[in-house]
């Protein structure tokens, strides 16, 4: 299992947060998916055999956001 950081921006409130969530949770091996408004980050612990983290990043981005790093 490996954790992925992204820095995300247009993240502003608790939708964004639970849009994000919910995206990225019905991946294939994914363990768990932490939004940090403040920090503007999308942290995700996952199995990267399953789901690398570049699907992740398009999964963020379908959803409307900018992932940044």
């Known amino acids: 299992m490996e954790n992925t950081v992204l ?3 247009g993240m502003s409130c608790e939708h964004c947060a ?9 991946l294939p ?4 998916v932490d ?7 999308v942290t995700v612990a996952h ?6 983290p570049d699907k992740i990043r398009f999964e963020i981005e ?8």
Request: aromatic share 2%.
């Open 7 to 9: 820095n995300v921006d």
């Open 18 to 26: 639970k849009a994000i969530t919910k995206a990225v949770s019905a």
């Open 29 to 32: 091996g994914i363990h768990s």
């Open 35 to 41: 939004v940090s408004l403040k920090a503007k980050t």
């Open 47 to 52: 199995d990267t055999a399953q789901t690398p």
């Open 62 to 69: 379908e959803q409307g956001y900018e992932v940044i790093s």
